[in-house]
C-alpha cells in the first residue's frame, strides 16, 4: 500500500528531486505532489526522530503497530458525528472545501520500512492540525500551520514553505502575518502536545473544545479589526 510506489534514489538523485521540487513548489505552492516530494528527500533525519518519539509515547506505539490511514473509508464516520465533536468538525471542514481524504499523494522517496508511514501520517493529519488550530487553507493559514509544523517536527520543507509563502504575500498581508500570525503560531506550536503522537481518530468522539484543551491547542486568533 505505501511501499508500491516507491522509487529508489542515489544522492545525487535525492540533491536534484530535491532542487526540482523546492522550485517547481516556490512558483506553484497549490503543487502538493511536489512539496511532498521536497518534505521527503530532505526530512529523513527529521522524520527518523519523529519516529523515535512516536516509539516513546503509548499513542504513538499504537499508531506505529496499527498503521491507521486517513482516507475515506477509514474516516468517512466523521460525517455522521454529533455537531459538537472533533470528527464533526474535521468532516465539516472537508467538506466546506471539497476536499478528499484519499487526496493526499503516496510517499515515493523513502526506502526504510517505518519512516514511509511516518511520512505519510505526517502528511494526512494535516487536515485534522487544520481543524484544531482553526486555520484556513489559504496562503496565510497554510504558511502558519507550516510554522506549527517545523517546531513539531523540525522539517526543512516547512521552513522552506514558510519563507516561498510569506514572499508571496503583498505588504498589508505580510504585515499580517508576521506581526499577528507568526507570533502566534511559534507560542502554539511550542506549547502543544506532540501532534504526532496523537491517535486522532480515536478522539473523533470528543468535543472539540475537549480535544483541543487536551492537546494543550491555542487555536488561531481572529484577524484584527481595522482602525
Given amino acids: ?25 516556490l512558483l506553484d505552492p497549490s503543487r502538493a505532489d511536489l512539496i511532498a516530494a521536497l518534505g521527503e528527500t530532505t526530512g529523513m533525519p527529521a522524520f527518523e526522530r519523529v519516529l523515535k518519539r512516536m516509539k516513546r509515547s ?9 498503521q491507521p490511514r486517513v482516507i475515506s473509508v477509514n474516516v468517512g464516520y466523521a460525517w455522521d458525528l454529533p455537531e459538537n465533536t ?11 472545501r471539497n476536499f478528499s481524504p484519499d487526496d493526499r499523494p503516496p510517499v515515493r522517496f523513502m ?51 514558510v519563507i516561498g509563502g ?4 503583498n505588504g498589508k498581508q505580510r504585515k499580517l502575518f ?19 503522537c496523537v491517535y486522532y481518530e480515536q478522539h473523533f468522539h470528543e468535543d472539540l473544545d475537549y480535544v483541543r484543551r487536551k492537546c494543550g491547542i491555542i487555536p488561531a486568533p481572529a484577524p484584527p479589526k481595522q482602525a
Fill in 178 to 196: 508576521f506581526q499577528h500570525y507568526l507570533p502566534w503560531a511559534v507560542r502554539a506550536g511550542m506549547q502543544c502536545t506532540d501532534l504526532m
Fill in 1 to 25: 500500500m505505501l511501499g508500491s510506489a516507491r522509487v529508489r534514489l542515489n544522492r545525487w538523485q535525492q540533491v536534484a528531486v530535491a532542487v526540482g521540487s523546492a522550485a517547481g513548489a
Fill in 58 to 66: 503509548p499513542e504513538g506505539r499504537a499508531i506505529l503497530l496499527e
Fill in 111 to 161: 526506502e526504510t520500512d517505518e519512516l514511509p508511514y511516518v511520512a505519510m501520517r505526517a502528511r494526512e493529519v494535516h487536515d485534522f492540525w487544520h481543524t484544531l488550530f482553526g486555520l484556513p487553507t489559504n496562503l496565510m493559514g497554510e504558511s502558519a500551520l507550516k510554522v506549527i509544523e517545523f517546531e513539531q517536527m523540525y522539517l526543512p520543507m516547512c521552513l522552506m514553505s
Fill in 166 to 169: 510569506s514572499a508571496r504575500f
Fill in 86 to 96: 472533533f470528527g464533526a468538525a474535521y468532516a465539516k471542514f472537508m467538506g466546506s
